[in-house]
């Protein structure tokens, strides 16, 4: 079946640090990519999708890249702010819409 | 608002007494979904639907029972809770099944059962 890692956490990070979140997938036949965003007390939010191999999502200086030759799909920004302190999914979504979430990363992001 | 809402947010309960989470979705959404979020194991898919009248398992339905009588409704019944049933749980909806459509999640419910 389809699988999602995540590079486990938690992070902390300074405000204005690089962000690097790895993710990387197992899955049969052409699968579309999402990074989820959980805050704290609220369901979870979509932050950025790439259907197709190749494709780059992006969203509020998030960036994830489809990679299929490595299966993966690392979430990165290039400086965080404190508001960006938050738990982040990856997950694939492939036939019949079955989803399969990686873990969580909880990022906390210091002054 | 487009928005998947939940009711109850909160529910503590005992063992053995029946419940059911409501889940209504605003968007005339095809597909409609449960999710349970345990601490270390992500997301875990309960029950789907692609449709009215259209219910199906996934990858962890022991337990739970769901109904489609109506597009926007989707509740999740528990007809015998039990604590290993302790969890924070997530209805979820979509367009439709096709894997690029982005699921809209609802606030979620955090149930204890004790």
């Known amino acids: 079946g389809n699988s999602v890692t995540q590079m486990e956490g938690p992070v902390t990070l300074s405000e204005e640090a690089f962000l690097t979140i790895n993710c990387t997938y197992t899955?049969?036949?052409?699968?579309?990519l999402f990074w989820y965003v959980q805050y704290p007390g609220e369901g979870l939010q979509l932050l950025l999708k790439a259907t197709k191999a190749d494709d780059k999502g992006s969203n509020k200086g998030f960036e994830a890249t489809y990679r299929k030759e490595t299966t993966s799909f690392h979430l990165e920004k290039g400086s965080v702010q404190v508001s960006d302190s938050a738990v982040y999914f990856c997950?694939?979504?492939?036939?019949?819409?079955?989803?399969?979430f990686g873990d969580g990363t909880t990022l906390t992001v210091k002054p | 608002e487009a928005q998947v809402t939940q009711n109850p947010r909160y529910l503590i309960t005992v063992t053995g007494k029946k419940l059911t989470v409501t889940c209504s979705q605003n968007?005339?959404?095809?597909?409609m979904s449960w999710y349970r979020q345990d601490p270390g194991l992500g997301l875990r898919q309960i029950y789907y639907s692609m449709n009215v009248e259209v219910t199906d398992k996934g990858d962890v339905p022991e337990g739970y029972k769901v109904s489609r009588k109506e597009k926007r409704n989707f509740p999740l019944i528990l007809e015998s809770p039990s604590p290993n049933q302790t969890s924070l749980y997530f209805c979820?909806?979509?367009?439709?099944?096709?894997?690029?459509?982005?699921?809209?999640f609802g606030p979620g419910t955090r149930l204890t059962v004790l």
């Open positions: 979820a909806s979509s367009l439709t099944s096709g894997n690029t459509d982005t699921q809209y």
């Open positions: 997950a694939l979504r492939g036939n019949a819409g079955k989803s399969t």
């Open positions: 968007m005339n959404h095809e597909y």
């Open positions: 899955a049969t036949g052409y699968p579309s």
